[in-house]
């Protein structure tokens, strides 16, 4: 398992994130996950060639003796591939949800701003760290929901979409 790069500039964010909040997140924690995660899955020599995503969605197969490193850090690492892409400069007026996204925002939620409401309720009520989640199930049905640490939906059978890092 590797780090990905950032998709932006460590200040591309700013004044929401800032330069050094970027570079301790990216460049110290989610490296943490990733390393532990390539130590957790060398233990266990049945795992090697399994992506993250395969090993989340199964944690009853991972051998029990690396199970929870598998889960903490391929979570850590899972979660924050998605969150670094989730986010971008701000350049000109959001663009909100099209085509059948927007029909299942408005089916599951009434509106955007009802989904982003539900989304800033999740975030808040986190206790301590953990994420707030868009979801999408097999059935193709959006939900929100929070996960402590560094779960991942994945591990529920739940295909994150979104996630608030709430760090």
């Known amino acids: 398992f590797t780090l990905p790069p950032l998709p932006y500039a460590y200040d591309a964010l700013e004044p929401a994130i800032d330069a050094e909040t970027m570079r301790l997140h990216h460049d110290k924690h989610h490296a943490t ?4 995660l390539n130590e957790a899955v060398a233990a266990a020599p049945e795992l090697a060639g399994k992506g993250v995503e395969e ?11 690396v199970r929870t490193a598998v889960r903490n850090h391929g979570g850590g690492h899972a979660n924050h591939t998605l969150f670094w892409t989730s986010m971008k400069p701000a350049k000109g007026a ?10 299942a925002v408005q089916a599951q939620f009434g509106s955007l701003d009802g989904l982003r409401e539900q989304l800033t309720k999740a975030a808040g009520g986190v206790f301590g760290s953990g994420w707030a989640w868009l979801t999408i199930d097999a059935g193709k049905k959006l939900g929100v929901g929070t996960l402590p640490n560094q779960d991942s939906p994945l591990s529920s059978s739940q295909r994150p979409l979104l ?4 760090w």
């Open 33 to 36: 996950y990733v390393a532990k």
């Open 163 to 166: 996630g608030i890092d709430v």
């Open 94 to 103: 959001l663009v909100p949800p099209q085509g059948r996204f927007a029909a």
């Open 55 to 65: 090993l989340l969605r199964d944690l009853a197969r991972v051998p029990e003796a």
